[in-house]
């Protein structure tokens, strides 16, 4: 298959598997999924190993791993039923740069520490969860990247505390438009080795965010 069919394939599996995602056509999910996941590789140049938190139905890291042969993607996600399709569509995709992890974001944080060149993320948590979420298994000098909406800047506030204590700095921000949806990509920079003690427990990042 060629690279625009594996995206098709993957777009009509996942289309499939309506318990994996909440979009109300195909062409939403073309275009507020796959196109969306697309939109970070004219902005920021992803390379190296990069770790997908809580992909759920593959959006955006088996996205991109199908675009980006070159660079391993890790997909960690809690639910069994993600794991499962997502290890499917490996197979059938036939696709050597991409694995998948059942597990706790928290867990594996614990265990794979200054690994990943890059930490992505889109419609999981608000920034300062994520962050404790992204920290750990990031290299020093790596980067998060974290698809946001209208409220980043108000979330980015909100995150201050915990960029702080977990030795992240705000690195930039891309801005674009997906119809007439505003979306940005916030990047965030990892300067220090992450201090002991974080990531917390899992289920306490949600519950007590720093």
């Known amino acids: 298959m060629s690279q625009e069919e594996q995206l098709e394939y993957f777009a009509s599996q ?65 639910s069994q039923k993600s794991c499962k399709f997502l290890t499917q569509m490996v197979a059938s995709l036939s696709l050597t740069n991409v694995e998948i992890v059942h597990g706790r974001i928290e867990d594996f944080g614990k265990k794979y520490r200054e690994e990943f060149d890059f930490a992505i993320s889109r419609a999981v948590a608000e920034i300062r969860i994520l962050a404790e979420y992204a920290v750990a298994p990031l290299k020093v000098g790596g980067h998060a990247v974290f698809w946001k909406g209208p409220s980043w800047e108000e979330e980015m506030r909100s995150a ?51």
């Open 14 to 78: 996942l289309w499939l598997a309506d318990y994996l995602h909440g979009y109300r056509s195909t062409e939403d999910l073309w275009t507020l999924g796959v196109e969306d996941s697309l939109a970070v590789l004219n902005r920021v140049q992803l390379s190296g190993k990069v770790l997908d938190i809580g992909p759920g139905g593959g959006l955006p890291g088996m996205v991109l791993a199908i675009v980006l042969k070159n660079v391993h993607f890790t997909l960690v996600d809690s």
């Open 160 to 210: 201050q505390n915990a960029l702080e204590k977990l030795k992240l700095t705000f690195k930039e921000h891309h801005d674009y438009l997906l119809g007439d949806r505003s979306r940005t990509l916030v990047v965030l920079r990892k300067e220090s080795s992450t201090p002991p003690g974080f990531p917390r427990k899992a289920g306490i990042p949600e519950k007590r965010p720093l």
